[in-house]
């Protein structure tokens, strides 16, 4: 009787182990196969340009910490690159590169995005400008990500990447800076975050610019939204 039990739980948790995998496995390729479909449609109707700012919500184990300091939906952004027929994200992870725009939608919430543009692009955006934002991208591929967002070169964030490109390649100014003191640091997932990547020592007057900050910016329009 009790190895009929043992065999018996051993069974039950190996079934609930494979119905958790395949019904994970079976979200992946789902959200997988519906942003491929979703890049299709884009390329067909040649709705993005390069240069555009793309946000959606991540996944990421930091995410939820971002979003309650900055008090945005949005969590993670990046820039639109145009190439071979292509789409790609140049964004700030770990580290720092391009990724195809269909694996970049699924890798966020339900599979949603929100798409800007200068709104001055066409007058701005110039080929040599664009030439210009891709040279000072592609010197950044591979830095590090800056878990500590910190101001410097050295290690990049999200929205830091957006920001600086823009900057050195236009002298435009795409979202406030602010202070790391200016956020809400009071919930407790924003707290232990803080621990996690600063102990005792907070850097309350590291500047800072948010995913919030680049995306309520006065400059940009939306250009799609899903």
Not at 87 to 104: I, R
Not at 194 to 202: A, C, D, L, Q, S
Not at 213 to 219: D, N, P, Y
């Amino acid at each position: 009787m009790k190895k009929l039990l043992i065999i018996a739980t051993f069974t039950t948790i190996l079934c609930l182990t494979l119905f958790y995998g395949w019904t994970k496995f079976g979200a992946r390729f789902y959200q997988s196969a519906k942003a491929k479909r979703e890049v299709g449609q884009l390329l067909k109707e040649d709705v993005l340009q390069n240069g555009d700012l793309i946000f959606h919500t991540s996944l990421s184990r930091q995410s939820m910490a971002i979003q309650l300091a900055t008090k945005s939906e949005y969590s993670h952004c990046g820039l639109i690159y145009k190439a071979d027929g292509q789409y790609f994200v140049l964004e700030a992870v770990q580290p720092v590169g391009l990724t195809p725009l269909d694996k970049w939608i699924a890798r966020g919430k339900h599979g949603k995005y929100v798409v800007k543009r200068l709104k001055e692009a066409d007058r701005i955006l110039k080929p040599d400008v664009l030439n210009k934002m891709k040279e000072i991208g592609n010197s950044m591929i591979g830095k590090n990500y800056d878990f500590g967002f910190g101001w410097s070169d050295e290690r990049i964030y999200c929205s830091e990447l957006i920001w600086k490109i823009y900057q050195k390649a236009t002298g435009l100014k795409i979202g406030k800076i602010e202070k790391l003191k200016d956020f809400d640091l009071s919930s407790a997932a924003v707290k232990q975050k803080m621990k996690e990547r600063y102990g005792n020592h907070i850097p309350l007057n590291e500047s800072v610019i948010s995913p919030k900050a680049v995306f309520e910016s006065e400059l940009l329009t939306t250009v799609k939204s899903k």
